[in-house]
C-alpha cells in the first residue's frame, strides 16, 4: 500500500510504502501524484518511506516504478529513500550514482533529516 505524506512542500511528493507494493498502488497513488506535481512544476522532489512492514514489490510495481524514473529522467531535483530494509537501502546507494540529480538514502529513525534534506 502507498499513501500520500502530507505537510510537505509543493514541489515535494512524499509517499509512504507498506506491506505489499502493487502495480494498483503505483497506477492509483503514486503516479497521479507525480502528474499533478508536474504539471505545477518543472521539476520535483520526491521523499518515499518504506515502513518496517514493507513486504515487497510485486512485479507490476517494480515495473511501474522504472516506467516512471526513466520516463521522467529529466524530473527529478532531489530523491530521498527512508527506510530500514536492507535490500532496499543497499539497492538504493549502489544505483544513486545514476541518478540524474541528488539522491540519499536514510534510516527511518532519521525521517526529521530527510524531510530537512529534501526542502532544503
Known amino acids: ?3 500520500i505524506l502530507q505537510d510537505l512542500p509543493d514541489n515535494v511528493v512524499g509517499f509512504v510504502g507498506s506491506g ?3 502495480a494498483s498502488d ?3 497513488v503514486l503516479m497521479p501524484a507525480i502528474k499533478a506535481a508536474l504539471e505545477r512544476h518543472e521539476k520535483v522532489r ?3 518511506q518504506l515502513d518496517s512492514d514493507f513486504a515487497g514489490f510485486t512485479p507490476g510495481a517494480m515495473w511501474d516504478d522504472m516506467k516512471l524514473g526513466l520516463g521522467h529522467l529529466t524530473a527529478w531535483e532531489k530523491v530521498a529513500l527512508v527506510t530500514d530494509v536492507s535490500w532496499v537501502a543497499h539497492a538504493a546507494s549502489m544505483f544513486a550514482f545514476v541518478m540524474p540529480c541528488p539522491a540519499r538514502v536514510f534510516a527511518l529513525d532519521d525521517l526529521a533529516k530527510a524531510k530537512a534534506w529534501i526542502v532544503a
Do not use: F, P
Open 1 to 3: 500500500m502507498i499513501e
Open 26 to 28: 503505483y497506477e492509483t
Open 20 to 22: 505489499h507494493i502493487s
Open 46 to 48: 520526491i521523499l518515499y
